[in-house]
């Protein structure tokens, strides 16, 4: 569900949801909460909205979190004196739920006797509204707005029979997309919704054991990738020791495909598959649909350089940087009115005239949201002399919205939703063609893996109930 403040900061590009990194069992030269700092930094891509780290103290659970990037949110002098060997830190992006700092996480629950589980959430519950208002029903009173309380009140119902059980059973009645670490002072349980639809591997570094939304993160941590929590699976850590239910069965597994398309790091795994090499490999799959005739591939900055990468060497043509993204225009940018929509564009990007005056180009990004972006990027390679100017998008189009944790603008929003005939969307754009890929194409740039992908916001083939339906149901 796309709600609150988020919708009006979006840049017309799907939005991640957040990043879960914990560490447990750590008596290493550095304190844990150094350690996760690292883990956050290297998955702040994930969400920049809040930063939160929940640890055991003296007096139970605590929590320091803020509205910010890491490194805003978290002191120096603060991570060398924390004395806790076990941390559970968040970066946050909202999907449901306002960006505040009642919704930043992780999120505690405190019980009466001075117990406690925090509880750090990627994902989106798909039946929210209906566990939310049954929960209300019976009195119960919500302190923020978004899914993970209702996850997290859900678990804490069931806390007495240990965490590993409670998610069990928290598992019976939540629907959607969950990859989430919980913790009390003693123990620390990971788990991953019944589908998979969000990562989360697991690392280990000597005898500390890390749980982390990509690999990038154990990298950054020092960590050695161990394997993935598996879709459905609860993996719980007690002095430094792992143990695992079995996973759900019967479950057909649904990893969102566009952690490869988009969201993850370039240098991340998922099934043992690069993030970098797939998006490459969806590059190769565009340059078999590439027109005759193209002079040069220019990636979309900074969003389509792998698939770009892949696309020219299989077609074999020149990779040209030919538009320079200013990164510096940033927050101090005042959005112009409507009628200065083109001194926006050029503060933001420029062609390289002489690369591409009198060329035909091919202009490769990895998604096509409102088409906001491609219009911009059309409008300055013509200006600057292009003869032609052909989009290859390395995904299908988005028709759908998603459910489970992605920000993806309502379909009325969606360029491709709103004009599904490639002709006219791309002179809509001002471009003199746009190529997509194919669900088929990306899932062969994938692999199996052993995976089952998601696939909706292209096909519509939603893997559970969606509230639109639960509605008409
Ligand atoms: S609907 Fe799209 S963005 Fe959402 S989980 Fe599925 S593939 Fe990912």
């Known amino acids: 569900m796309i709600t609150g403040e988020g919708k009006g900061r979006r840049n017309g590009r799907p939005k991640d949801e957040c990043g879960v990194f914990a560490v447990c069992n750590h008596h290493g030269p550095q304190t844990a909460a150094q350690a996760a700092f690292l883990g956050l930094l ?15 103290g003296p007096a139970g659970l605590q929590c320091h979190k803020g509205m910010g990037l890491v490194g805003q949110v978290f002191p120096r002098e603060m991570l060398a004196t924390l004395p806790a060997t076990a941390v559970l830190g968040h970066v946050r992006y909202s999907t449901t739920g306002v960006s505040s700092i009642a919704n930043a996480q992780p999120l505690v629950a405190r019980a009466s006797n001075g117990g406690g589980i925090a509880l750090a959430h990627n994902g989106n ?8 208002r049954s929960m209300l029903e019976q009195g119960h009173i919500f302190h923020a707005t978004s899914d993970t309380e209702t996850l997290l009140a859900t678990l804490f119902r069931y806390r007495r029979l240990g965490l590993a059980e409670a998610v ?5 009645t939540v629907e959607g997309a969950y990859a989430a670490v919980l913790m009390d002072c003693e123990q620390l349980v990971a788990f991953r919704d019944p589908h998979g639809f969000r990562p989360l591997v697991i690392g280990r570094l000597d005898e500390t054991v890390v749980f982390a939304s990509e690999t990038c993160a154990l990298d950054a941590a020092g960590a050695a990738f161990i394997r993935e929590v598996l879709p459905g699976e609860i993996v719980s850590v007690q002095g430094g020791e792992l143990s695992a239910t079995a996973p759900v069965a019967g479950m057909p597994s649904a990893f969102c495909i566009f952690e490869f398309i988009y969201f993850a790091r370039p240098d991340s795994n998922f099934f043992g598959k690069n993030v970098h090499l797939v998006r490459k490999a969806i590059g190769d799959r565009l340059a078999r649909l590439a027109r005759p005739g193209l002079d040069m591939v220019i990636p979309s900055p900074d969003s389509g350089i ?19 993204r200013n990164p510096y225009r940033g927050r101090t940018f005042i959005e112009p009115a409507r009628g200065e929509r083109e001194l926006a564009a050029r503060l933001k990007y420029n062609p390289v005239t002489d690369l591409v005056r009198d060329k035909r180009v091919a202009v490769v990004d990895d998604s096509l949201v409102r088409g906001t972006t491609a219009r911009q990027l059309a409008a300055l390679l013509k200006n600057a002399g292009a003869a032609e100017v052909h989009f290859y998008i390395s995904a299908p189009p988005y028709r759908y919205p998603c459910y489970y944790g992605i920000d993806i603008p309502v379909a009325a929003e969606l360029a491709a939703a709103a004009d599904a005939d490639p002709a006219r969307l791309a002179a809509s754009i001002g471009a003199d063609s746009i190529t997509f890929t194919t669900v088929e194409d990306l899932e062969a740039a994938a692999g199996g893996g052993g995976a089952g992908y998601c696939t909706a916001c292209f096909d519509g083939r939603y893997p559970t109930a969606s509230p639109d339906e639960r509605k008409v149901g």
């Open 42 to 56: 290297a998955l702040q891509h994930r969400g920049q909205e809040s930063a939160g780290m929940a640890f055991p």
């Open 125 to 132: 519950l798909s039946n929210d509204d209906l566990l939310k």
């Open 168 to 172: 069990a059973r928290a598992m019976e």
């Open 306 to 324: 792998s698939a770009a990468m892949g696309m020219a060497e299989g077609a074999g043509l020149p990779l040209e940087w030919a538009i320079h």
